[in-house]
């Protein structure tokens, strides 16, 4: 069983940056694929970035590429997602997802999800 907590999120102006949090709970983390997910009003689910276990490999989507990067502390039981040159179109609430196994970009393969962090960037 995981536990996700994200934070991190807020109101920040186009051209800033944010750097999201997720704290997972549980012995097991390190043996998790993560993925953050974002979902804005009357949009669909949409896949941001995802970490393979080790973090040595990251995946992301076309619309965050160059801007957002994904990492993770298995120490600390924690993933991030930085944010820079952050876009109006990024606005929406974010989550953190943890996947038994190799990471995908596909929601309903992940197996724990987080609360969701909200993110405004006002233009």
């Known amino acids: 069983q995981v536990s996700l907590v994200e934070s991190g999120g807020g109101l920040v102006q186009a051209g800033g940056s944010l750097r999201l949090s997720c704290a997972a709970s549980?012995?097991?983390?390190?043996?998790?694929?993560m993925g953050w997910f974002r979902q804005a009003p009357g949009k669909e689910r949409e896949f941001v970035a995802a970490?393979?276990?080790?973090?040595?490999?990251?995946y992301y989507a076309d619309s965050v590429k160059g801007r957002f990067t994904i990492s993770r502390d298995n120490a600390k039981n924690t993933v991030y997602l930085q944010m820079n040159s952050l876009k109006a179109e990024d606005t929406a609430v974010y989550y953190c997802?943890?996947?038994?196994?190799?990471?995908?970009?596909?929601?309903?393969?992940?197996?724990?999800w987080g609360q969701g962090t909200q993110v405004t960037v006002s233009s």
């Open positions: 997802a943890a996947r038994y196994g190799y990471y995908s970009e596909f929601g309903d393969r992940y197996d724990y």
């Open positions: 970490v393979s276990w080790s973090g040595t490999s990251t």
């Open positions: 549980g012995r097991t983390f390190s043996t998790y694929a």
